[in-house]
């Protein structure tokens, strides 16, 4: 499966393609012995395959080779639970397939999915998604739709924490989030962005929720308003987001001070490519114009190339599947001798030697 994965072959058509076209020495190492099998035997095969087994398999086989994470830190991992619908896999009797997916935030890994059933939602396939994954203190975010009261519970007994963002569908946590005191607790992040013809503002605060907050195991309260106007423009629109979250995030007194250390605040520097374009303008360059000198108008370093030397850009590829290329046909060597034959020399010869005889 991951050969074939790599391969991007994705009908069983193509599956079949791909196997008739592979030499001897990968068919042996496949474990192909014989003739590759047909198109008819691979659909059939694929059609008997419990999914849920085969993406644990896969999924397990590739968590297993991501990096251990620190188990020195109250969060090990972050895990995003995420849906969609599956392109192209619409039939004639129903839907498209919908499919619900956890992959981990920071290598991107995929940790398992699972399909939803048409007549439900994803809210029933939370649990049987999480259920083949250890959630000992790893923290798993989701759109709004799994802020649910039973969702925290089942995170709660797994060992695991939660980031909901809380919206009007739960009135009385949303309502109890916009009544607290924002205007006295301080910036914890700021954030300013200027790009793609928009500025952006972001301020992100934090504060601890007493009791009486209607949402299990909850700890922080989080706000984020976001601020947004086009540069040709002074009007901003503004947006508030509401969430909150179980463990304790807040760092410790010792790494506090070793954040606020002249040293490591010097440390600190952008992680981007100095020569990477994060704003309107041309990219700064070191090469810069010589000066005038002599009389003579001042050159650029790097002239641009011909007009002559302009390459274009290469054409994308095909997004479908492969074409079939023609299997080279098998060489047949046969013995012969050495001595030539009448029809290998030239006819004026043979000619006179028969005229001799």
Do not use: C
């Not at 993406?55 to 994470?69: E, K």
């Not at 849906?83 to 192209?88: F, L, N």
């Not at 299997?327 to 006179?352: C, F, K, N, Q, Y």
């Amino acid at each position: 499966m991951l050969a074939l994965g790599v391969a991007a072959v994705l009908s069983s058509v193509a599956i079949a393609e791909w196997a008739h076209d592979l030499p001897v020495s990968a068919r042996v190492r496949l474990g192909i012995r014989r003739r590759a099998a047909s198109e008819s035997t691979i659909r059939r095969i694929l059609q008997a395959v419990d999914l849920d087994a085969l993406d644990a398999a896969l999924s397990g086989w590739v968590a297993a080779r991501l990096p251990t994470p620190l188990p020195s830190r109250p969060i090990t991992r972050v895990i995003a639970v995420h849906g969609k619908t599956a392109r192209g896999a619409r039939h004639l009797d129903g839907p498209a397939a919908h499919l619900l997916a956890a992959f981990d935030h920071t290598s991107g890994v995929v940790l398992g999915k699972t399909q939803v059933d048409g007549k439900s939602n994803e809210i029933t396939a939370f649990g049987p998604l999480l259920d083949r994954i250890d959630l000992t203190d790893v923290l798993i975010t989701a759109d709004a739709l799994h802020t649910q009261r039973g969702h925290a519970e089942y995170l709660h007994q797994r060992g695991g924490h939660y980031l909901w963002i809380v919206k009007p569908h739960q009135p009385r946590p949303h309502t109890q989030l916009l009544g607290l005191p924002w205007r006295q607790v301080p910036v914890a992040h700021e954030h300013r962005n200027r790009g793609h013809g928009h500025v952006e503002h972001r301020q992100l605060k934090l504060t601890a929720i007493a009791a009486g907050i209607g949402f299990p195991h909850a700890r922080l309260a989080i706000q984020l308003q976001r601020r947004r106007r086009p540069i040709a423009s002074t009007s901003f629109s503004s947006e508030t987001i509401s969430a909150v979250t179980d463990p304790n995030l807040a760092p410790s007194p010792r790494e506090a001070d070793r954040r606020s250390h002249p040293r490591a605040l010097a440390d600190r520097g952008t992680p981007l490519d100095p020569r990477r374009l994060l704003r309107r303008g041309p990219v700064p360059d070191p090469h810069r114009p010589r000066a005038r000198q002599h009389g003579h108008p001042a050159q650029l370093r790097r002239q641009p190339p011909p007009a002559s030397r302009h390459h274009t850009d290469r054409p994308s590829l095909p997004t479908h599947r492969p074409t079939p290329q023609p299997r080279p046909r098998p060489t047949h060597i046969t013995a012969r001798s050495t001595m030539p034959t009448p029809w290998d020399v030239e006819p004026d010869r043979l000619a006179g030697a028969v005229h001799a005889a």
